[in-house]
């Protein structure tokens, strides 16, 4: 895999997060396969552009507010397409709550009209918990792209 693929992978893991960041549903979609997985843990597994995308739009009309972060990652080429692995970052406010969840995202991407795309994101959380009351100010989202 040459150094513009592994650019470009990153580049749709970065558009995911900022999508999360600014509730951006359209944007968000667009870094999806229309054939495409999401496994959210081991008794969530969502099939199909659609199917994901709803299933994100009424997740994320539950929040006050969020901030996702992608931390280090990798990508390698695998067969027809390359896979890859990403730490997240997640803060958020739901019901008045504060909450964290850190994890990885396991990642296979297929490359369509020649941008790479997630063909499955499989999502591992390490820790799920509260923040320490006072530590989190909900904020309005991120404003989008520019």
Known sequence: MDAADRIAIADVVARYSDAVNAN?????????????????????????????????????????????????????EEGDGAVGSWTVFEVGRRDGVNGLVIGCYQDRYTRQEGAWLFAERRFTATYRGGLPDGSFTALPSLPGNF
């Open 24 to 76: 951006d549903a359209a944007a968000w979609e667009e870094t999806w396969a229309e054939e495409c997985t999401w496994q959210l843990g081991p008794d969530r597994v969502l099939r199909g552009r659609d199917e994901v995308v709803a299933f994100w739009r009424a997740a994320m009309a539950s929040f006050e507010s969020v901030l996702q972060m992608v931390g280090h990652g990798r990508a390698r």
